[in-house]
Nanobody, 125 residues
Framework: QVRLVESGGGLVQAGGSLNLSCTTSGLEFNDYAVGWFRQGPGKEREGVAS????????YYADSVKGRFTISRDNGKSIAYLQMNSLKPEDTAMYYC??????????????????WGQGTQVTVAS
């Protein structure tokens, strides 16, 4: 059974940082790309960042470039999203997802078949 479990969310002041983790099990982690998505109140789900299986390529949405960093530890089957300089507009439920498909040009939720339950990030102004 494939499981993805997000952790590390919480309440932070604007300008602060959080490091999200996505712990996976039940899949060959080295064969999967990992993506982070978010969905804010009243908003559609948005792709935030993704990383390919070999850690040789990453993708970032324009809204988070220079502030967020995606990484992964294939030995531990865990992916991370380091979020710095957080803004109130980053407030959302954050989800990690896994896919055998990866492209560095875009990030589509429809390409990802395995999802976690999400972790809430709230940035206070």
């Amino acid at each position: 059974q494939v499981r993805l479990v997000e952790s590390g969310g919480g309440l932070v002041q604007a300008g602060g940082s959080l490091n999200l983790s996505c712990t996976t099990s039940g899949l060959e982690f080295n064969d999967y790309a990992v993506g982070w998505f978010r969905q804010g109140p009243g908003k559609e789900r948005e792709g935030v960042a993704s990383i390919n299986w070999s850690v040789s390529s990453t993708y970032y949405a324009d809204s988070v470039k220079g502030r967020f960093t995606i990484s992964r530890d294939n030995g531990k089957s865990i992916a991370y999203l380091q979020m710095n300089s957080l803004k109130p507009e980053d407030t959302a439920m954050y989800y990690c997802a896994a896919s055998r498909y990866y492209t560095p040009w875009t990030l589509r939720a429809s390409d990802f078949g395995h999802w976690g339950q999400g972790t809430q990030v709230t940035v206070a102004s």
